[in-house]
């Protein structure tokens, strides 16, 4: 038997469920935002991720999924959304757009050669939002409301928003030279990959989570103490906002993130749910002001997030939510002759065109049955067809729960239908 690469999981059943809830519950409220559809292809070519996520980070070191296409082209099966949605930005000329700022909103798998474990795959959904062209600090309130409301849409709600400012250039190159001049004397006793973290990326080194404990860390410089003004009265208009806007939020000194395009504001949102371990960050994103010129457009200043997919299916899961977003069935259609079974077929036509969920048989079982599969599907109400009934034009419809029999007109068949699901 051939099985699934490891890391990665079949989508199907209950799981399926929650993964399309999900993805409605976000598409609906980036549509309310204002956000447009974007679908970005699922490889770029190699060099788009070593220059936007960095060439220094995990994520391009460790994990990406290189290969070379039958034309010798160098392709990564992209890890994140970011920095193809900047890539199309940029290759459509949308910077060029007279409405700005663009806002795009974009959902699908991504691959990153990860560890396996309990909300951590190789194969992972992201849905994302990218807003670019404003450098408005309520851009970014904007874009961490839409993130926490879609949460708490789906009935999560023990959240918490970390957040954090990285700063312009000129404060992210003041505070590294501090930072390394605080850790030189540790950094033997660091782990293998902080050394090399102190080399290239020295403010890694304080989302680390083998170090996390260790003294150099705790005593280690904030970069909130390193904000030029600009970069202060920013993060300052964000954290305004956000307490106008009722969200709560925890500042976090260490929040750095492990892609390298990010400055001033950056978040995750956690939970504290046990079974998602040190996976328990469900979204997480920032600012990203320098990438599309890093990529070859025009200065433009970005923000955005995105969510792990396969986090949100586990915490909803164990929430037990399922009646929130229950698939189950409005109308089950009983008919056992040619005659019911025709009327079966138009009545079913005519309740889905009116947005009523409803089935009949296919695989002429026998009545005693269909009953049965009515309940599996928990058919809300039944439709009972009979020739006798028929002929007098009346049909009868069933409530499934109190098992009360009603006599319904057959031209006022959809209006009670309609009322009574
Ligand atoms: P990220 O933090 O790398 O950011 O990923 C965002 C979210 O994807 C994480 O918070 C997590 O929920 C989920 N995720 C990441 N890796 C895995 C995995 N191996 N298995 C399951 N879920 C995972 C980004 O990707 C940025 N592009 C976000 C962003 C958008 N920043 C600005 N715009």
């Known amino acids: 038997m051939i099985s699934r690469p490891k890391g990665t999981y079949d989508i199907y059943g209950e799981d399926a469920k929650y993964y399309n809830y999900i993805n409605g519950v976000f598409t609906a409220i980036s549509e309310l935002y204002n956000y447009s559809y974007i ?122 928003v970390k957040i954090n400012s990285l700063g ?39 989302d680390c989570k083998v170090d996390k404990d260790h003294e ?18 920013r993060f300052a208009k964000v954290l305004e906002y956000l307490e106008y806007l009722d969200i709560d939020y925890e500042i976090d000194d260490n929040l750095v993130r492990g892609l390298d395009y990010y ?9 504290d749910m046990e079974e998602l371990g040190n996976a328990n960050t469900i979204g997480a994103g920032g600012r990203y002001n320098g990438l599309v010129e890093k990529l070859g457009g025009p200065s433009t200043p970005c923000v955005g997030f995105a969510c792990g997919i396969d ?23 009983t008919a056992v002759n040619e005659e019911e079974k025709l009327k079966a077929v138009i009545l079913a036509q005519d309740l889905r065109l009116s947005e009523v969920k409803c089935e009949m048989d296919t695989l002429a079982r026998s009545l005693k049955a269909q009953f049965k599969q009515a309940d599996r599907l928990k058919a809300k109400l039944l439709i009972l067809l009979n020739s006798e009934d028929l002929k007098k034009g009346i049909i009868t419809v069933k409530d499934n729960l109190t098992h009360e029999e009603t006599k319904v007109d057959e031209s006022e068949i959809l209006d009670y239908i309609i009322s009574n699901i």
């Open 39 to 160: 679908r970005i292809p699922i490889f770029e070519e190699s060099s788009l991720f070593h220059r936007s996520v960095g060439e220094a980070s995990d994520i391009v070191t460790k994990e990406t999924y290189d290969f070379k296409d039958r034309g010798e082209r160098s392709l990564t099966l992209r890890p994140e959304g970011t920095a193809g949605v900047v890539r199309a930005y940029i290759e459509n000329k949308m910077y060029g757009d007279v409405s700005q700022p663009i806002k795009l909103y974009y959902m699908g798998t991504m691959y990153r050669y990860e560890r396996p474990q309990a909300g951590r795959y190789r194969e992972l959904t992201q849905f994302g939002v990218e807003a670019l062209g404003s450098d408005a600090p309520s851009q970014d309130a904007e874009v961490i409301s839409l993130a926490v409301r879609a949460i708490e849409e789906m009935g999560i709600e023990n959240i918490t």
């Open 168 to 206: 312009d250039i000129e404060t992210r190159n003041n505070y590294r030279e501090a930072l390394k001049k605080h850790l030189e004397p540790y950094i033997k006793d660091l782990c293998s990959d902080c050394q090399k973290r102190f080399l290239t990326n020295p403010l890694r080194i304080l």
């Open 216 to 233: 150099a860390l705790k005593t280690a410089p904030k970069i909130r103490e390193y904000l030029n003004s600009s970069s202060k009265e």
């Open 263 to 271: 400055d001033h504001t950056v978040f995750e949102i956690v939970t």
């Open 311 to 333: 986090r949100l299916i586990i915490v909803l899961k164990e929430l037990n939510k399922t009646r929130d977003i229950s698939n189950n069935l409005d109308v089950y259609i």
